[in-house]
């Protein structure tokens, strides 16, 4: 690791052509509520070109639950997720900017 003139840290690959990993590759995500600045199917179709899989329900195989801005409560979708990390499942819950923004890099 290197240090950059403002003394940050600065992390060089061994192979500049290498791609960093998206988070969501390989990755299962499901969607509870509305977005509020994009449909599902089009929120899906830029998971897909991260490499992630879509899912229609909470199940053991989910790692992201992205919650949309448009909930009115609590969701089923949430609920299960919340009693599945409960049971030690590694489910991250993400908020809608956050996921607006894991796309976008």
């Known amino acids: 690791m290197n240090k950059n003139k403002n ?9 500049p052509t290498e791609r960093l990993i998206h ?5 299962q995500l499901v969607f509870t509520g509305a977005l509020s600045t994009m449909t599902r199917s089009e929120a899906a179709k830029k998971v897909r070109a991260c490499g992630g899989i879509m899912q229609g ?5 989910t790692d992201f639950l992205i919650l949309g801005k448009k909930r009115p ?3 089923t979708k949430q609920l299960k997720a919340e009693q599945l990390i409960n ?5 991250q ?3 809608e900017d956050d996921f607006i923004w894991l796309i976008s890099i």
């Open 93 to 95: 819950m993400v908020a």
């Open 87 to 91: 049971l030690g499942q590694d489910i």
């Open 23 to 27: 988070p969501f590759n390989n990755k």
């Open 73 to 75: 409560s609590i969701s």
């Open 7 to 15: 003394n940050t840290d600065v992390i060089l690959l061994s192979d």
């Open 57 to 61: 329900a909470v199940t053991k195989e």
